[in-house]
Every structure is written in C-alpha cells, then in structure tokens.
C-alpha cells in the first residue's frame, strides 16, 4: 500500500470520528439553537485533537515507510490527488449552497456555522475516500 494510501485512509477514518463525536455531543445545543457554556471549548479541544492524532498518525506511518514518505508525487499520484480535490470541491460548493439556503428557514448563526464546519468535515472525507479509491480501484 502506497504511502499516500495510508495517509488518506488516516484521513478517512480519523476525521469523521473525531468531529463525529464533536457533533454527537453539541446536537443539543444545536437543537436548542443556543450556545451552552463550553461549546467553544469542545470546537477547540476537538480541532487540538484533530490535530495531535493526524500528527502522530503521520509521524508512526513515515517512520515504518521509511524513503517512501519521502519520494516526490508521480504523475498518477498527482492525478489521483487531483481528482480527489476536484470532487471534494464540487461537493463542498453544493453542500454550502444548501447550507446558505438555512437562512431562509430562519436558522441561528450557530446552525448555520457548525453547517457550515459539517460541510468542510464531510468535503474532506469524500476526497480522501476518493484517493483510496483511487489507488484501489485505479483513477
């Protein structure tokens, strides 16, 4: 497995987890469409852990890959990366048009933020399913 693979499918099973779990627990507060006490709290401690578990990830999977991690991309992992990006793009560029029509309905700031957030989560873990696939099952 290549070591862009592995680095996507970090990315694809760590992401949703993690903000799974960040909107798992702020649901009420969206429900409610008011922001409790520690909300922001749980944003930053969930992008902190983000961050720390991606990191370390990435460090353990360039250790065991050796001169793999550090070899330039060829021109069909540039493809891959690239068609990877497009599609998170165009999905990204939907999702917000959908989230932009909760305006309309009336939703809060809050609602609209964390959908906002939610289309980025969900943008990032089509593209690098995309790239898994990608090398799976060819371009």
Excluded: H
Excluded at 24 to 36: C, T
Excluded at 54 to 61: D, G, N, S
């Amino acid at each position: 497995m290549p070591f862009r693979e592995r680095t996507a499918w970090i990315s694809l099973v760590v992401t949703p987890l993690i903000w799974g779990g960040y909107f798992w627990k702020l649901w009420p507060d969206l429900r409610d469409g008011a922001l409790q006490p520690g909300s922001v709290g749980l944003f930053v401690s969930t992008v902190v852990l983000l961050m720390i578990v991606q990191i370390v990830m990435a460090i353990v999977l360039a250790i065991f890959a050796g001169k793999a991690a550090e070899t330039p991309m060829d021109e069909r992992e540039q493809l891959i990366d690239l068609k990877a990006a497009r599609v998170g793009y165009y999905l990204l560029g939907g999702l917000l048009f959908f989230v932009s029509a909760l305006w309309i309905t009336g939703a809060s700031a809050l609602v609209m933020a964390n959908g906002i957030l939610a289309a980025m989560v969900i943008a990032e873990t089509l593209r690098a399913g995309k790239i898994v696939a990608g090398y799976r099952w060819g371009l």
